[in-house]
């Protein structure tokens, strides 16, 4: 399993480590790696819910898959819409309440793992039926372009001057990614977690404007989500939390700038609890094509994305052990 990659942190709270199918579905596969693909045709009326406002990560990774899913004639008629709501739990709701229904699939997350938790959620991804993990990508550390912070360092020093007086946004509900990452860096400069104020915006589309607008001391989330504001410099990114340098950004590592932490957020598909094997065999099947293509390929490259492809049993493993340890973590922070 290809978790998260560890989560280092000095000082932060202990412990802190922190895609459905088609009921039209015309060909039968076996889940997994090994399977035989979708033979008789392509799977037709595929809708992929996407958990929260256009234009953030989830919506731009439903998108792009719908897209290749299409090109690559693997899919017909697929749909992607917006269910925006309580941080990814209003979707996973409707999720898990269509038991049964092979058209319906929703692009979801580390962060909607945390919010199931913080918003208090009847339902759990640990209801759904897992399909495959999708990709993972490093967060960036961004700053709007008249930002008084040109580096990281600057943004460290009166951090730690005044923590509560420094804004922090993020695209996700607390025990999302965009939320855990502030949290960690802030542990890893030395600064008490619980002083951190923290601004939860329903993904990147709402976080954007406030990053635009200078409404924020910083924010944090995936550089994916505005590589095009980043592109035209009116976002700037002061460090990215990723083993190595993001491609195609030109910003440090926290490593390189001796902040001892590196985060990844990864991004998957799943569908309704109860569906059939075969609707389940199908889509697997459908998106391991997917994930072979050449399209999927460029996707990941345009992105910045990693690819982090899992499918079946594996992914539920890996859904099991994410769900178990945000709980755990969010339950010692008083936020579960």
Known sequence: MRQIRALRVAAVAAGIALMATGCGATGKSSTGSESSGAAAGPITGLQIMVPN???????????????VLEDEKITSNTEVFN???????????????????????????LGVVGASYTNKSESKLTE????????????????SKDSPYKTIDDLVTAWKADPASISVGGGSSPGGPDHLL???????????????????????????????????GFAASGAGEYLQQIESGEVR???????????????????????????????????????????????????????????????????????????GD???????????????????????
Request: proline content about 4%; aromatic content about 6%; glycine content about 12%.
């Open 237 to 311: 990114v002061l460090a990215t939390s990723g083993e190595e340098r993001l491609e195609g950004v030109d910003a440090p590592t926290l490593k390189e700038s001796n902040i001892d932490l590196v985060f990844t957020n990864w991004r998957g598909i799943v569908a309704p609890p109860g569906i059939s094997d075969e609707d389940k065999a199908s889509m697997i099947a459908a998106l391991e094509k997917m994930h072979e293509s050449e399209g999927w390929k460029e996707a990941l490259k345009t992105h910045s994305w990693s690819d982090a492809f899992i499918t």
């Open 182 to 216: 502030p949290m960690q860096l802030a542990g890893a400069v030395g600064i008490d977690a619980t002083k951190v104020n923290f601004v939860s915006y329903d993904g990147g589309g709402d976080l954007l404007p406030a990053i635009l607008g200078n409404k924020l």
């Open 128 to 143: 759904t039926t897992p399909l495959a993990r999708l990709i993972e990508e490093p967060g960036a550390i961004m700053v």
């Open 314 to 336: 594996e992914f539920e493993t890996f859904l099991t052990e994410q769900d178990k340890r945000v709980a755990d973590v969010l339950t010692k922070l008083g936020l579960a």
């Open 53 to 67: 406002t256009p234009g953030g990560g989830y919506d731009t990774t439903a998108r792009a898959a719908a897209k």
């Open 83 to 109: 269910l925006a709501g309580a941080g990814g739990t209003v979707g996973l709701a409707r999720v898990v309440n269509e038991k049964g229904n092979g058209d319906l699939a929703m692009l979801m997350g």
